[in-house]
Structure formats: C-alpha cells, structure tokens
C-alpha cells in the first residue's frame, strides 16, 4: 500500500466513526506512527508503506477511532507557543485555554518588567509556561494537587527551555503559600460534577476526573480561590481565570466582593466569555 491509499484508509475509518477531524487526525497520527515530516507527507504520498508500518500507523487510527483524543495518543500537545509532554493527571491544554496567557499579556503595561506569577492547578504548567516564553524576566511558581502533574509540569519546563525560571511544587490550591505575586492565574476544574457524566468521551474518559469535577455548580474552586486572592497578590495585582459557558457573571461577582476593580470578562475565539480578570483593590493583610 502506498502512502497515499494508507491515508484514504486511515480518513474512512475516522469519518465512519464520526470523528469530526478525519482528516487533520489521519494526518497527525500517520506523521507520527511513521516519523514523517509534514512535507513529506505530501511529496511522499506515492512511497510504498510497509505491512508493519501500515499496522504499526493503523493501530493508532484505531485507537482515535476509540475516543481517545490525539494529543494523548502523540503524548504531547502544542500550546501557544510551547510544546507540552502529557501524563494521564494532567488535562490536555484546549485553545481556549490561550484566552488567560492573552488576557494577561494585555493587561501588562511592560512585558521586561521582573514579575513574579503564580498558576494554581497547574496540570501541564501550560499557562504558567506560555506566559513565561512571552515575559523574559518574570518567574513562576506552578501548584496542582497532583504530584503527576507537577512531575509533567516540571518536564515541560525543561523541555521549553524555563526550568530556570518556573518551580512547581505540590499543594492544595495556595494553602501554605507566604509569598505574593504580582499575578495569579488559574484554569480551575469547573464541570458541575452531575454534567461529567455527559462529556465528550474524549473529555470523560481521557482527562482526569481532578482536573474537571468543579463541585455541585461548578463554582466550588472559585470561591476557595477567590478567597485567597488578597493575602497572594501585591496591591493592583491582576488575577486572570478561566470560567466555564456561562460562568463568567458568577465569577465577576466573586471577585468584586473580594474588592477587585477594573474587573472584565474575555471571549474566546469562539465568542464565549472564557476568562474573567480584575485587580487587586486591597490593602494587604499583614
Ligand atoms: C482544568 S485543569 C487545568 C490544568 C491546566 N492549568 C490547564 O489549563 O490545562 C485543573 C487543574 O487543577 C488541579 N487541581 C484540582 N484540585 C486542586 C486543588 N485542590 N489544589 C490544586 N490543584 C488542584 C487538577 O489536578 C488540574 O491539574
């Protein structure tokens, strides 16, 4: 079989198995299965393919056939403008997720400026990462309740070249934490706990229940986390979520009762508000 018809073989079975992306999936998972660049993925396309590689390259076809997103098939995930290794406690990094690395950014009147951020639920360190990569002096502290996690984000810190300037370590939300940061961002779990059940199979089956189970409404995180937001940021800090469909109102009120200012809710590139972000008006507690 030529490469050709392998990828004609890979897309049929992914369109019959009503995968919205057979055609994009085919090709990542062929790329890979077969070490392939993307050129010549299209200059090849007439190279004979073994039976073994063919089986080797179908076999992940399969597995995408079964639900399994590609991003945990390849390990890995793109992400803004990093690349991030996933293990089965972290979530996989989703676009939308870009929304806060941006709402921060543009909240940020000098980007050389030496800030100090902190990412609570960390998972892959993505946000935390990201937002290193675009600020050459700031460093970061990453937390997840998950010690797997910490290990991937950690991984992904040296992979990406900012060991240097992230730490991660372990803990419950910012229980225990002293110190204050200039930002704190979070991409929270936020699923109503009765809605997991109706998830995608790729979210369901495939992220971790941690990452995704936000309480009875959702709103459990938020309202832990908000709580702690005055003693961890300096005074004007900015703080930048992530909320779910229809959370940001709930979140925007979380925050003004905490007395934050210059609150607002951010689309994603889908037009859903997808990140809430505001300042710190309080003077800190000693
Ligand atoms: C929605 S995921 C977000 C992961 C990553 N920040 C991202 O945007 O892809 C939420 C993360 O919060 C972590 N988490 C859940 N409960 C936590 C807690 N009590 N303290 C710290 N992290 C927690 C989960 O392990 C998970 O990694």
Not at 31 to 53: M, N, P
Not at 54 to 65: E, K, N, P, T, Y
Request: with cysteine; hydrophobic share 40%.
């Amino acid at each position: 079989m030529n490469l050709h018809s392998l990828r004609r073989l890979a897309e049929s079975r992914l369109r019959e198995a009503g995968i919205d992306t057979p055609d994009l999936d085919a090709r990542y998972l062929l790329e890979h299965a077969l070490g392939l660049t993307r050129t010549d993925f299209i200059t090849k396309s007439e190279q004979t393919v073994s039976e073994t590689d063919a089986a080797r390259a179908l076999a992940l076809i399969d597995r995408r056939v079964a639900r399994e997103p590609v991003g945990r098939i390849l390990g890995h995930r793109e992400f803004w403008t990093i690349d991030l290794a996933l293990n089965p406690d972290t979530l996989e990094p989703r676009p939308d997720t870009e929304t806060v690395v941006e709402a921060v950014l543009k909240a940020l009147p000098d980007t050389k400026a030496p800030l100090s951020l902190l990412d609570l639920g960390t998972g892959t360190g993505c946000i935390l990462l990201a937002l290193l990569a675009e600020l050459p002096n700031a460093r970061g502290l990453g937390v997840d309740l998950s010690p797997l996690a910490v290990e991937a984000a950690a991984g992904n810190a040296e992979r990406n070249g900012l060991a240097g300037r992230a730490r991660f370590q372990t803990g419950n939300w910012a229980n225990g934490i002293r110190d204050r940061f200039d930002i704190v961002v979070s991409n929270p779990p936020y699923i109503p706990s009765a809605e997991i059940a109706t998830l995608a199979p790729e979210v369901r089956d495939h992220d971790p229940r941690r990452a995704l189970d936000g309480g009875p409404d959702g709103l459990e995180p938020y309202r832990i986390i908000a709580a702690q937001l005055s003693t961890l940021l300096v005074p004007g800090g900015l703080a930048a979520f992530e909320v779910g469909q229809g959370q940001a109102p709930d979140v925007t009120r979380l925050l003004a009762a905490q007395g934050f200012h210059e609150i607002e809710q951010l689309r994603d590139l889908g037009g859903i508000e997808r990140c809430v972000r505001g300042r710190n008006g309080l003077t800190p507690r000693e």
